[in-house]
């Protein structure tokens, strides 16, 4: 019971970046997503190893090309869902911060 009016309160206080929350939930599984696509690709260029001396190296320089896009990109991704986080926890620092000392502001 107490956990849920915790996590009440807390939510209450990020309400007001509720776009930010959503945008780093969705910047979160688009790097995810592309994280699990690297293993994909890094088999498909082992295929393209047919045998000694019978290597596709276009496919093999295709695969391994995309597979270095999807890390960066997902690399990409992270470092700004962890700016985004950032900013969402000191702004909602700053707002507890600015109402307590109002509240201190204004006792008897």
């Known amino acids: 019971m107490k956990r849920t ?4 309160r807390v939510m209450k206080r990020l309400r007001p970046y509720s776009f930010l929350l959503f945008l780093s939930l969705l910047l979160s599984g688009a790097s995810v997503v592309l994280t699990l696509l690297i293993p994909r690709r890094i088999g498909s260029a082992i295929d393209a190893v047919i045998g ?3 290597v596709d190296f276009p496919t093999l320089f295709h695969h391994l090309l995309y597979a270095g896009i999807f890390a960066a990109c997902a690399a990409v991704l992270q470092w700004i869902c962890s700016a985004i986080n950032q900013r969402i926890s000191f702004m ?4 507890l911060r600015d109402e307590a000392f109002s509240h ?3 006792l008897p």
């Open 52 to 54: 000694a001396g019978n």
């Open 5 to 8: 009016k915790t996590l009440g």
């Open 104 to 106: 201190l502001q204004t």
């Open 92 to 95: 909602t620092v700053r707002d």
